[in-house]
C-alpha cells in the first residue's frame, strides 16, 4: 500500500497513536488496526485451530468454535493437564460459543483440545420457588461456592493456591 501521509489520533479512550494514511484499502475497510497499535493497548487475537494461550493460574473466558447450533451443555472436564472446563449451558451461534476454562498451571499453556457441546438433557418433575428470602440466601451461597466448584478432587490444592493469587481468599 502507498501511504500518503501520517496523522495522530484517538480512538475511544486511547492515548493519541501515529496512524499511517493511504489511498484506499482493502475490503472495503475504513481502517486498519496494525499490530504495534494492538499491542500497545492490550488487544490479542488468538485463532482457535493454533491454539488459545492460557495465562498461568487463570479463569479464561474462550471461545469455542463449533458446529451446534442453540443451547447445549458443556460437561465440566479436565482437557488436558491442570486444564478444566467448566460444566455450563452455552448459547451456540455465529458458529462458537464462551466457555469458562481455567489453568492451574504454573505456567501459561496452550489449549488445544476444546469442550464439546451437546444437547441439553430433558428436565421433568416441578422446580422450586426461587423467589422466597429462604431460596435468595441459598442462591447466594452456591454462587459464592460456584466459582471453582468444576475442579476435581485432586485440584483443591492448586484451586486455594489460585484463590489466595486472585484474592478470593
Given at each position: 500500500?502507498?501511504?500518503?501521509?501520517?496523522?495522530?489520533?484517538?480512538?475511544?479512550?486511547?492515548?493519541?497513536?501515529?496512524?499511517?494514511?493511504?489511498?484506499?484499502l482493502?475490503?472495503?475497510?475504513?481502517?486498519?488496526?496494525?499490530?504495534?497499535?494492538?499491542?500497545?493497548?492490550?488487544?490479542?487475537?488468538?485463532?482457535?485451530?493454533?491454539?488459545?494461550?492460557?495465562?498461568?493460574?487463570?479463569?479464561?473466558?474462550?471461545?469455542?468454535?463449533?458446529?451446534?447450533?442453540?443451547?447445549?451443555?458443556?460437561?465440566?472436564?479436565?482437557?488436558?493437564?491442570?486444564?478444566?472446563?467448566?460444566?455450563?449451558?452455552?448459547?451456540?451461534?455465529?458458529?462458537?460459543?464462551?466457555?469458562?476454562?481455567?489453568?492451574?498451571?504454573?505456567?501459561?499453556?496452550?489449549?488445544k483440545?476444546?469442550?464439546?457441546?451437546?444437547?441439553?438433557p430433558?428436565?421433568?418433575?416441578?422446580?422450586?420457588?426461587?423467589?422466597?428470602?429462604?431460596?435468595?440466601?441459598?442462591?447466594?451461597?452456591?454462587?459464592?461456592?460456584?466459582?471453582?466448584?468444576?475442579?476435581?478432587?485432586?485440584?483443591?490444592?492448586?484451586?486455594?493456591?489460585?484463590?489466595?493469587?486472585?484474592?478470593?481468599?
Amino acid at each position: 500500500m502507498e501511504t500518503k501521509g501520517q496523522i495522530e489520533l484517538c480512538i475511544g479512550e486511547t492515548l493519541p497513536h501515529t496512524f499511517l494514511v493511504v489511498k484506499s484499502l482493502p475490503m472495503n475497510c475504513d481502517l486498519l488496526l496494525g499490530q504495534d497499535w494492538l499491542v500497545r493497548f492490550g488487544y490479542q487475537f488468538q485463532i482457535p485451530s493454533l491454539g488459545i494461550t492460557l495465562p498461568a493460574y487463570s479463569e479464561t473466558v474462550v471461545r469455542v468454535p463449533t458446529a451446534e447450533q442453540g443451547n447445549r451443555l458443556v460437561e465440566a472436564e479436565e482437557l488436558q493437564d491442570n486444564i478444566f472446563c467448566a460444566l455450563s449451558v452455552v448459547e451456540c451461534k455465529d458458529s462458537s460459543f464462551l466457555c469458562l476454562v481455567a489453568n492451574l498451571n504454573s505456567t501459561h499453556v496452550t489449549l488445544k483440545k476444546f469442550p464439546r457441546a451437546q444437547a441439553l438433557p430433558k428436565l421433568s418433575g416441578r422446580f422450586q420457588d426461587a423467589t422466597s428470602k429462604g431460596s435468595h440466601v441459598r442462591n447466594q451461597i452456591l454462587q459464592a461456592q460456584l466459582r471453582l466448584a468444576h475442579i476435581k478432587e485432586g485440584g483443591r490444592r492448586n484451586q486455594a493456591n489460585l484463590c489466595r493469587i486472585c484474592g478470593c481468599i
